[in-house]
């Protein structure tokens, strides 16, 4: 345990951060795993339209720092194909 009043208050600041983090993280993929759902159902529409939410819940990801810029947009990149597959299929 930290005994200066600095170190104290970075533990607490590193706590509060790690939560929201993993919180964020957690809304991340559960908006992934709705457009694997979609997909998986074959429901077009509704994968399109859940795929735009989790666009911009990934890309909030990004401005916030949880993930990287790349790694956001090869998911994107992949939802987006699967979604796109799935109306040719269709």
């Known amino acids: 345990m930290p005994n200066k009043a600095s170190a104290k208050k970075r ?15 957690t809304r991340i993929k559960t908006f ?10 074959g429901d077009h529409p509704a994968a399109n339209q859940v795929l735009s939410t989790a666009q911009a819940e990934i890309m909030r990801g990004v ?10 947009s090869r998911k994107i990149s992949r939802l987006n ?5 799935l109306k040719k299929a269709s």
Do not use: P
Not at 11 to 25: C, V
Not at 63 to 72: D, L, Q
């Open 11 to 25: 533990l607490r600041q590193t706590l509060k951060k790690t939560t929201e983090n993993k919180n964020r993280k």
């Open 81 to 85: 194909s699967k979604v796109k597959g």
């Open 63 to 72: 401005t916030k720092g949880v993930i990287h810029k790349n790694s956001a």
């Open 32 to 41: 992934v795993k709705k457009v694997e759902q979609a997909i998986i159902q």
